[in-house]
């Protein structure tokens, strides 16, 4: 046995020198971990114990890989003897079976130790209990089928193998499993930050907490590239498999051709990963070390030398320790500080295993001398007013234009990235099904997916989600499950499985779907209620600009006219890299300073002098007849809407065969953007009840007479009806919500569950198409505008829906000549007031507006509207 090369290509020498490297260093980073919890902190841990479990199971692998290379591994299979190939076999299934337990123990440490860091965050730690539960389920799940990988199991290690084998290819196992190592490594990255962040330390003890605790950026770093060589190695094995089908000369078996080579470095950096993940989850656990035998790196030198060089602050804090009166201690500090006792290492707990001696110190002392020192024996006190909100963010729906600026930009900004991000998606599925052939059917299912996500998802963790923890939190969660949606489409894309692209659809209509139960009632409701359509629109066109630049990006940058497997590699990458950003995005929204509402403050601000939102007919109030009639119409546009998106190739291609779809659904796209930036401005004058009007009966003409007509015309025609759905989804949806008060976020929930309706209505189309053609099932679009007109025929022919859904100027931002009664009024002081031109102050306004109100509900009756 011999790892030289011998005159042919070998990759066994790196395969074993850098193995052997990895398991030393995590050799040294466990044993030293274990000598500081041992030896100075005098506490092993239930995590301490996961992590040599894990460090066994790791040098176990090592050796695997190891021994491997000495009998072949990193050779082609025709330099490898037969007399080699059990044992090279025998290593290879050892590696497979001990790779995912080393990656679930070294896991398992990480968050049994994060189980630590908070008792009282149960956000927290639902969140760490969750990830503790997939790291287990997913990885038993995956040791299972590896282990089973072969029918029989000692197919997998015995040679030559049984004539009957069936075995499953060890590198597509590892890529389809990808994702779940790489959804795993970011939430335990990202769990602990909002708790490390939020903690009250000096700068540069934070900062090195933070940094140590974001070792584990590495690991997912790592795991990255693991997966291009991975890639790169299921690459080589399709092509080995299709010369071997031209050219069955050989003797072996298609199953393990060139195994040993194509599969030497993903090994390689299998071991690099499970042994990175191991030293990182040691760093948190090396403080106690370094902070006995290099204290300098954990402290500022000032902090050194006035502990050291100072002969006057320790006389005083003894001699204010000696005359302390006893008196009454504030009760928070008598709960919360540390014994004045010397901490003792066999007691220390995890807030001193995670902070410095002297931060603690510092801490104990500022109660006395706060207290007892006079001005000219007190030792510097630390500032506190971090503990204290000094300022009470303003609600959302309290905001005038001037203050709501910020807010809606960073939720436009998120409009744009998401609409991106969607077109991008839509464009990379596309190409995936093209590449894996199938079907039109298959198609309609996985559309009927996403939107099923959309259905499920309001009315399931959603509606909980925004109830109990807001609207930003309802950001991240879309964001994260957006995020693990796009992760799964890997190995959907690598085992190009048409089940696991339904499932991974329907997540990503999970993700989105939570977002959207936040953003629009946000954009909707954050400034003056008089511009609800006209923000909702603002910010609903900047998606669309997103969703029109994704396509033209991804057409000419990842695929051109190349429908062949290697641009399913692209489209796998572009995958991966639209997860990563939004993970990124999800984080940096945590930390975004954005206001909230509380159902009284929603309750608050659409409360009105005429009652209006309080009017009843029968024994309901008349918000729930529109709310009902909203999300009927909502249903049966965005039905109609997914129909044009799904049978427009198909329509242009009969219409006018000659016309590139690409390009003119492009040109869709654009009037479909610019049309609601059309909507916006025209809402400073027309009322929003009579632009849905306008919109909905142009969509409705136009798609019927794109049923009558061929060629130019009836392209025409069908971009025309792009051109006026355009604003329907962000004057349906603020048109509905208005005056719902603390029902707002169940109607926002409603409203976005009925976008369902978009995977309903392409079924329908599809029967229509297969059974007659494509202009015919634009019959189906046709119906669905139909059947939304009711929502504008509702509120223009109801008194008491026509009150509650017309803007209603708010008097804080009203300028003298805009009020009600002055001569000067205009349309135009609509437009100026959003811009915050105007000459009285918002409290001046408000103040006068609350006494108004309270005047008239003392004099008035309840409710200006009675019960029909």
Not at 651 to 662: C, D, H, I, R
Not at 795 to 824: F, H, I, Q, V, W
Not at 831 to 852: D, P, V, Y
């Amino acid at each position: 046995m011999s790892m030289s090369g011998g005159g042919f290509d070998s990759r066994s020498s790196v395969v074993f020198s850098v193995t052997v490297a990895m398991i030393t260093c995590s050799t040294v980073f466990v044993f030293s971990r274990i000598a500081s919890r041992a030896g100075i902190v005098k506490k092993v841990l239930l995590d301490d114990y996961f992590i040599l479990v894990a460090w066994l199971l790791a040098f176990g692998l090592s050796f695997s890989i190891c021994y491997g290379s000495f009998v072949g591994l990193g050779r082609h299979e025709d330099d490898v003897p037969d007399s080699w190939q059990g044992a090279l076999r025998r290593s290879q299934y050892a590696f497979s079976v001990l790779y995912n337990p080393a990656l679930m123990a070294e896991k398992t440490s990480i968050l049994v130790f994060y189980l630590t860091l908070s008792k009282t965050n149960m956000t927290f730690r639902w969140a760490t209990i969750a990830t503790l539960f997939v790291v287990n389920a997913a990885g038993l799940a995956l040791t299972l089928v590896t282990l089973f990988q072969c029918n029989p199991v000692g197919a997998a290690f015995r040679y030559p193998v049984p004539a009957t084998h069936h075995c499953t290819d060890i590198i597509t196992i590892y890529l389809s499993s990808a994702p779940v190592n790489i959804i795993t490594d970011l939430a335990i990255l990202f769990l602990p930050m909002p708790i490390l962040t939020s903690m009250r330390l000096p700068r540069k003890q934070k900062t090195i907490l933070v940094i140590t605790f974001g070792f584990g950026l590495f690991v997912a770093v790592v795991d990255i590239v693991r997966i291009a060589y991975l890639q790169s190695a299921s690459t080589y094995r399709l092509n080995q498999i299709l010369n071997f089908q031209q050219d069955n000369s050989s003797g072996r078996d298609v199953d393990v051709t060139d195994f040993s080579w194509y599969a030497s470095y993903s090994f390689m950096w299998s071991a690099i990963e499970v042994n990175v993940g191991i030293m990182c989850a040691c760093v948190p656990a090396l403080k106690p070390l370094v902070s006995r035998f290099m204290p300098h790196l954990l402290r500022d030198e000032g902090d050194v030398t006035e502990k050291h060089s100072s002969v006057d602050r320790q006389p005083t804090f003894e001699m204010a320790t000696a005359q302390r009166v006893p008196s009454m201690q504030d009760p928070a500090y008598l709960t919360t500080q540390p014994s004045r006792e010397p901490v003792e290492d066999s007691n220390m707990d995890m807030m001193d295993f995670l902070t410095t001696p002297d931060m603690q110190n510092s801490l104990e002392r500022s109660q006395t001398m706060l207290t007892n020192s006079t001005r000219n024996t007190s030792a510097d006190t630390p500032t506190f007013f971090d503990f204290v909100n000094l300022k009470n963010r303003k609600s959302f729906v309290q905001m005038t234009v001037r203050e709501s600026l910020f807010p809606v930009i960073m939720v436009t900004v998120l409009f744009f990235i998401w609409g991106f991000e969607y077109g991008l998606l839509d464009v990379l599925n596309r190409q995936f099904q093209r590449v894996a052939h199938m079907s039109s059917a298959q198609s309609v299912g996985i559309h009927s997916a996403y939107y099923a996500g959309y259905f499920f998802g309001p009315l399931t963790f959603g509606r909980l989600a925004l109830k109990h923890y807001g609207f930003k939190a309802c950001y991240i969660i879309g964001l994260s499950i957006y995020a693990c949606g796009i992760l799964i489409f890997w190995p959907a894309a690598v085992l190009t499985s048409f089940p696991a692209f339904v499932i991974v659809n329907f997540i990503v209509g999970l993700g989105l779907s939570t977002l959207e139960i936040s953003a629009n009632p946000f954009i909707s409701l954050c400034g003056p209620m008089q511009y609800v359509e006209v923000r909702l629109n603002l910010s609903q066109g900047f998606q669309a600009i997103g969703t029109v630049v994704a396509p033209l990006i991804a057409q000419k940058a990842l695929f051109g006219q190349s429908h062949d497997a290697p641009s399913l590699i692209n489209t796998q990458w572009a995958y991966l890299g639209i997860a990563l950003f939004t993970v990124a995005l999800a984080v940096a929204f945590f930390y975004v300073p954005l206001p909230e509402a509380t159902d009284k403050e929603l309750e608050d601000a659409c409360e009105r002098m005429d009652n209006a939102n309080h009017a009843t007919v029968g024994k309901f109030r008349v918000i729930w007849y529109t709310l009902a009639v909203g999300a009927f119409a909502m249903f049966c546009y965005v039905g109609a809407q997914e129909v044009l998106a799904t049978t427009f190739d198909g329509y242009l291609a009969l219409v006018a065969p000659s016309f590139n779809e690409t390009n003119y659904m492009a040109i869709g796209h654009a009037l479909f953007a610019v049309s609601r930036f059309v909507a916006a401005g025209a809402g400073f004058v027309i009322k929003p009840r009579l632009l849905l009007v306008f919109f909905l009966t142009g969509t409705l003409v136009f798609a019927a007479l794109a049923m009558n007509f061929t060629g130019s015309t009836a392209t025409a025609m069908m971009l025309m009806v792009f051109f006026f759905e355009g604003p329907l989804f962000s004057l349906i949806f603020a048109q509905s919500i208005r005056g719902m008060g603390k029902f707002t976020k169940e109607g926002s929930v409603i409203l976005i569950a009925a976008v369902s309706g978009g995977g309903v209505f392409p079924g329908l189309s599809y029967v229509a198409k297969e059974t007659h053609n494509s202009q015919y099932a634009m019959c189906v679009a046709v119906a669905g505008f139909a059947g939304a007109t009711l929502l504008p025929f509702y509120l223009n022919y109801s008194p008491l829906a026509r009150t509650l859904c017309d803007p209603l100027k708010d008097p804080s931002e009203m300028s003298d000549e805009s009020l009600p009664g002055s001569s000067n009024s205009s349309v135009a002081s609509r437009a100026l007031s959003f811009f915050s031109i105007r000459k009285k102050s918002a409290g001046e306004m408000k103040t006068e507006w609350h006494e108004r109100q309270a005047s008239a509900d003392s004099s008035a009756s309840p409710g200006a509207y009675p019960s029909s």
